[in-house]
Nanobody
């Protein structure tokens, strides 16, 4: 099994920044692509960003392109999401996910974290 633990969420004003982290433990050798999804109140969970094992390929939802940056440190089994120029519509619980397949473009999430709350005030 793989355990994912997110951190770094919080309350920030519009225009501010946050950095989310997701640390993987357990059978980390079995995971490849990692990414982030989010779920706002009353809405379905949506894809935010994903990165392949080497970090050479990254993908973003159109709504966050140019504002969010995903990266990973395989030595630390950690994936990061830098959130800049935050907007109130970015308010959501952000979930870390990992797949066994190294296909960040079609990430579905085999393993999930419990989420971290990001709240952006206007």
């Amino acid at each position: 099994q793989v355990q994912l633990v997110e951190s770094g969420g919080g309350l920030v004003q519009a225009g501010g920044s946050l950095r989310l982290s997701c640390a993987a433990s357990g059978r980390t050798f079995s995971i490849a692509a990692m990414g982030w999804f989010r779920q706002a109140p009353g809405k379905e969970r949506e894809f935010v960003s994903a990165i392949n094992l080497s970090g050479s390929s990254t993908y973003y939802a159109d709504s966050v392109k140019g504002r969010f940056t995903i990266s990973r440190d395989n030595a630390k089994n950690t994936v990061y999401l830098q959130l800049n120029s935050l907007k109130p519509v970015d308010t959501a619980v952000y979930f870390c996910a990992a797949d066994r397949a190294n296909s960040a473009a079609t990430m579905v999430g085999v393993y999930w974290g419990r989420g971290t709350q990001v709240t952006v005030s206007s």
